[in-house]
């Protein structure tokens, strides 16, 4: 199944992002969250808006599931409250606008989500959240070819305009996935059905996406899919198609070990929110370009462009990404990205710089730090931001692991952005793992807004039972004070 980060090409030839991190299933079930918004609302360059994020309060955040862009609400943004936590077993964020790779949408960035596989499961949580009592129930059944599952979930907290707010919705859905090899064809498919109540408004959503995929030296991938959402006041619909051919050239440069990557491919998409229809046709192709590699100060340098034409609400946008990664010793790496986005709408378009560190040095094992500078802009508005990722995982005893991270996002400037942005947002998390015992304890802060403290313990029963009691968003923080108690069984 899909989940291609930021570009069509090879995962060892990406380009540069702007700023890349993830979020693993272990840390999205010791988080002790309800919903799916909640969860991801911990990244600092995320600001919470109209039940979903945006990055750095700009338009143009794109949400995808596998690969896929999610059907967006009336507003043009993805409804993260009526996306089941349960089916989601990863994420990633990549902040920068990123046209050449995945198109009209993402101007500011892209949120994409990885949807669950493996073993049957089951999740049951209660606990209580600002006074008002909280659940969830999620089942799947299946194994690695595919499951089915469906579940129901009680209260949890919505990103909105001003943060966090605590909720008394109720939602049910319906999940399932499959994925095959046919000869020497990759098939897979995914359906979502999801329905919620908040008060007397009922708000319905779907997505259904269907892939093929094969080859050898040269790989080929075609995805389509379709989805929607209506809440009788409003409703949207999404359907897309897309074909990629991805691979390595035979022609190597003389000082590089390695040859020239190349991906082409076209999309088609045809968006309705309310009464207003937008289509879309790209046409898009990459490269990755390896100029020097194994040489003194030179262990790989990497040139990266691409560059996509759109035609869409009756206009014609060139769309372009380049940048660079030079590895000068083994663990640093330097990166660079410059790139245009455009908006869904083809409303708004703008550029991201960046100049970026990666560090992984030898020396320190488990450590990992980046540094990225990025500068954004979104038709009149204007973000400079550093973002800072640090993580460190490793023995502090005959039977014990530590692992640390912090992740900060500081705004120096923020201006005209349709919502208002911390000057700075950061998040420090520790886990501690010893024998069957895993205690997790984190602390998020942004400026302004709200903040708070999480905690978590989580007792492994056996091989396939988990006990997790959590405390979030104790000190005041976003959502209101929140209590759950989860059990995890696989079968």
């Given at each position: 199944?899909e989940?291609?980060?930021?570009s069509h090409?090879d995962?060892?030839?990406r380009?540069?992002v702007?700023?890349?991190?993830?979020l693993?299933a272990d840390?999205?079930?010791?988080?002790?969250?309800?919903?799916?918004?909640?969860?991801?609302?911990?990244?600092?360059?995320l600001?919470?808006?109209a039940r979903g994020?945006?990055?750095?309060?700009?338009p143009g955040s794109?949400v995808?599931?596998?690969?896929?862009?999610l059907?967006?609400?009336?507003?043009?943004?993805?409804?993260?409250?009526?996306l089941?936590?349960g089916v989601i077993?990863?994420?990633?964020?990549?902040?920068?606008?990123s046209?050449?790779a995945?198109?009209?949408?993402?101007?500011?960035?892209?949120?994409?989500?990885?949807?669950?596989a493996?073993?049957?499961r089951?999740?049951?949580g209660?606990?209580?959240?600002?006074?008002?009592g909280i659940?969830?129930?999620?089942?799947?059944?299946?194994?690695?070819?595919?499951?089915?599952?469906?579940?129901?979930t009680r209260?949890?907290a919505?990103?909105g305009?001003?943060g966090?707010a605590?909720?008394a919705?109720?939602?049910?859905?319906?999940?399932?996935?499959?994925?095959q090899?046919?000869?020497?064809?990759?098939?897979?498919?995914?359906?979502?059905?999801?329905?919620r109540?908040d008060?007397?408004?009922?708000?319905?959503?779907h997505?259904?996406?269907?892939g093929i995929?094969?080859?050898?030296?040269?790989?080929?991938?075609l995805a389509?899919?379709r989805?929607?959402?209506?809440?009788?006041a409003?409703?949207?619909?999404?359907?897309?198609a897309?074909?990629?051919?991805?691979?390595a050239?035979?022609?190597?440069?003389?000082a590089a070990?390695?040859?020239?990557?190349l991906?082409?491919?076209?999309?088609?998409r045809?968006?309705?929110?309310?009464?207003a229809?937008?289509r879309?046709?790209?046409l898009?192709?990459?490269a990755a370009?390896?100029l020097v590699?194994?040489?003194p100060a030179?262990?790989?340098l990497?040139?990266t462009?691409?560059?996509r034409?759109?035609?869409?609400?009756?206009?014609?946008?060139?769309?372009?990404?380049?940048?660079?990664?030079?590895?000068a010793?083994p663990?640093?790496?330097?990166?660079?990205?410059a790139?245009?986005?455009?908006?869904?709408?083809?409303?708004?378009?703008g550029?991201?710089?960046?100049l970026?560190?990666?560090?992984?040095p030898a020396f320190v094992p488990?450590?990992a730090l980046?540094?990225?500078?990025?500068w954004?802009?979104a038709?009149?508005?204007?973000v400079?931001a550093l973002d800072?990722s640090?993580?460190?995982?490793?023995r502090v005893g005959?039977?014990?692991?530590?692992a640390?991270?912090?992740?900060?996002?500081?705004h120096d400037?923020?201006?005209l952005?349709?919502l208002?942005?911390?000057r700075f947002?950061?998040?420090?998390r520790a886990t501690l793992?010893?024998?069957?015992w895993?205690?997790?304890?984190?602390v998020?802060?942004?400026a302004g807004?709200?903040?708070g403290?999480d905690?978590?313990?989580?007792?492994?029963?056996g091989?396939?039972?988990?006990?997790?009691a959590s405390?979030?968003n104790?000190?005041g923080?976003g959502?209101?004070r929140?209590?759950?108690?989860?059990?995890v069984?696989?079968?």
């Open positions: 199944m989940f291609t980060p930021a090409i995962a060892a030839a380009p540069a702007v700023t890349e991190q993830a693993s840390t999205l079930r010791r988080r002790g969250a309800v919903l799916a918004g909640e969860a991801l609302a911990d990244w600092p360059a600001v919470p808006a994020l945006v990055v750095s309060g700009l794109l995808m599931l596998d690969g896929l862009r059907a967006p609400v009336a507003s043009g943004i993805v409804d993260l409250a009526l089941p936590l077993d990863g994420a990633r964020l990549m902040a920068g606008a046209g050449a995945q198109g009209a949408g993402s101007l500011a960035g892209s949120i994409d989500l990885k949807m669950a493996g073993e049957s089951l999740l049951a209660a606990g209580v959240q600002a006074g008002r659940g969830v129930v999620d089942l799947r059944l299946g194994g690695a070819g595919g499951w089915l599952g469906g579940g129901f209260g949890g919505v990103p305009p001003g966090l605590a909720s919705q109720s939602r049910w859905h319906l999940a399932g996935r499959f994925e090899t046919v000869g020497q064809v990759a098939v897979w498919g995914r359906g979502l059905f999801a329905s109540r008060g007397g408004i009922r708000s319905d959503w997505d259904a996406a269907l995929s094969g080859g050898t030296r040269w790989q080929w991938r389509a899919a989805g929607g959402q209506d809440d009788g409003s409703s949207s619909n999404l359907a897309q897309r074909a990629v051919v991805s691979g050239t035979g022609l190597t440069l003389p070990a390695e040859p020239i990557s991906a082409a491919g076209a999309e088609w045809h968006l309705r929110l309310g009464g229809v937008v879309a046709r790209e898009f192709a990459e370009v390896p590699q194994d040489r030179a262990e790989n990497v040139a462009v691409g560059v034409q759109a035609w869409l609400a009756g206009r014609s946008e060139t769309l372009w990404q380049a940048g660079g990664r030079w590895e010793f663990g640093i790496v330097v990166r660079g990205q790139g245009r986005g455009i908006d869904q709408f083809a409303q708004a378009s550029t991201s710089q960046s970026g560190l990666i560090a992984t488990g450590f980046t540094l990225d500078r990025r954004q802009s038709g009149a508005a204007r400079q800072v640090a993580s460190w995982r490793g005959a039977n014990a692991q530590l640390l991270t912090a992740l900060a996002t500081h400037r923020a201006d952005t349709p208002p942005v911390p947002a950061g998040l420090i793992e010893t024998g069957p895993a205690v997790t304890v984190g998020r802060h942004r807004q709200y903040g403290v905690a978590s313990i989580e007792r492994q029963i091989d396939r039972l988990r006990l997790v405390v979030s104790a000190g923080g959502g209101g929140q209590g759950l108690l989860q059990l069984a696989g079968f």
